[in-house]
């Protein structure tokens, strides 16, 4: 809606001041364009950094603890003849 | 069904063919044992972690100001300012990163069960963070001395507050190694235990691997 309310009135849409400045070659506009471009990228990389620590700490955690118990989990009573009376 | 429950006993107690599994009364075999759930880290560790996160989104705001105003500028420097220190500020930068090492190696101590070394390596850290500081403001004073302050210009607002707020995360960096150094010497942190540790090396860290990417755009770019 907020595209087709530009495209029907693009003199409205000018009405922003960094969009009007981005339309022409000029430095400062790069500049802008730039800066929101990086402030757009770094929250995804914040949270995909926190969240890619938090799986590397995860994994790290569970081979630590998988070695910590000899590498195989435990047998089941049930499993062995001499345990099971049979 | 009395039937087939008796037809399943019999068959239980039928001998049992080599390498079929036995199991009590029949059916489904017992579940394997589930290991307990681990914590991979504690609250505290991850409140660090949100927190540094918070960190890092304060300094790329201040970074998009600086591109900015750097891009949008034909001469950078602009005339008739002073030019920074590269070569001081490099070999300052080697000094920080160096920092981080012996951080690490500390934490590396406590985890291996080396008490002793750990604040060894924190009082060695401590050194080369309060070494970068004081250089740090020598080059300020000399800055100030050439006419460059906040008020001069844009450059040098700009200098002062992303080199400044740097500073000023060092310096309390340096007060919370402080902390966990008197800690350490009175023995607070084990193999089992060094969380307190374990959070100071996690911001030790982030400020140290913020400022080479500062330096490269304050002083390089």
Redesign the interface.
């Known amino acids: 809606m907020v595209l087709c309310g530009a495209l029907m009135a693009p003199a409205t849409a000018h009405a922003c001041a960094v969009c009007l400045t981005g339309a022409g070659n000029d430095?400062?506009a790069?500049?802008?364009n730039?800066?929101?471009l990086?402030?757009m990228a770094?929250?995804y990389t914040?949270?995909g950094a926190?969240v890619g620590?938090?799986v590397y700490?995860?994994r790290?955690?569970?081979a630590?603890?998988k070695s910590e118990?000899g590498g195989e989990?435990?047998a089941?009573l049930?499993?062995l003849?001499k345990e099971?009376g049979? | 069904m009395a039937r087939n429950s008796t037809a399943r006993r019999l068959d239980e107690t039928a001998p049992?063919a080599p390498g079929k599994?036995?199991?009590?009364g029949g059916g489904e075999?017992?579940a394997?044992?589930v290991?307990p759930n681990?914590?991979?880290?504690s609250n505290a560790w991850l409140a660090t972690?949100?927190f540094l996160?918070a960190e890092?989104?304060f300094f790329?705001?201040l970074?998009?100001?600086f591109?900015?105003?750097?891009?949008?500028?034909?001469i950078w420097p602009p005339p008739f300012q002073p030019r920074l220190p590269v070569g001081i500020t490099g070999v300052n930068t080697v000094i920080l990163v160096f920092s981080a090492v012996t951080m690490h190696a500390a934490l590396r101590s406590v985890r291996a069960g080396a008490t002793a070394r750990v604040s060894r390596m924190l009082a060695v850290t401590a050194v080369l963070g309060g070494v970068f500081l004081l250089i740090q403001g020598y080059e300020w004073a000399q800055l100030i001395h050439f006419g460059l302050t906040v008020s001069s210009s844009v450059y040098g607002g700009l200098f002062y507050t992303l080199i400044g707020f740097h500073a000023l995360h060092v310096a309390g960096a340096l007060i919370w190694l402080a902390l966990v150094f008197i800690q350490a010497k009175s023995g607070r942190f084990s193999k089992q235990q060094h969380t307190g540790l374990r959070i100071c090396v996690m911001y030790w860290t982030f400020v140290v691997a913020l400022w080479p990417i500062l330096y490269g755009l304050v002083y390089l770019y």
């Open positions: 430095s400062v790069d500049a802008f730039l800066s929101v990086f402030l770094t929250p914040v949270v926190i620590w938090l700490a995860n790290r955690s569970a630590k603890a118990d989990p435990l089941s049930a499993s003849q099971n049979r | 049992a599994r036995l199991e009590f075999p017992p394997p044992p290991r681990r914590p991979i880290g972690l949100m996160g890092a989104m790329a705001g970074i998009g100001a591109i900015v105003f750097r891009v949008g500028s034909a």
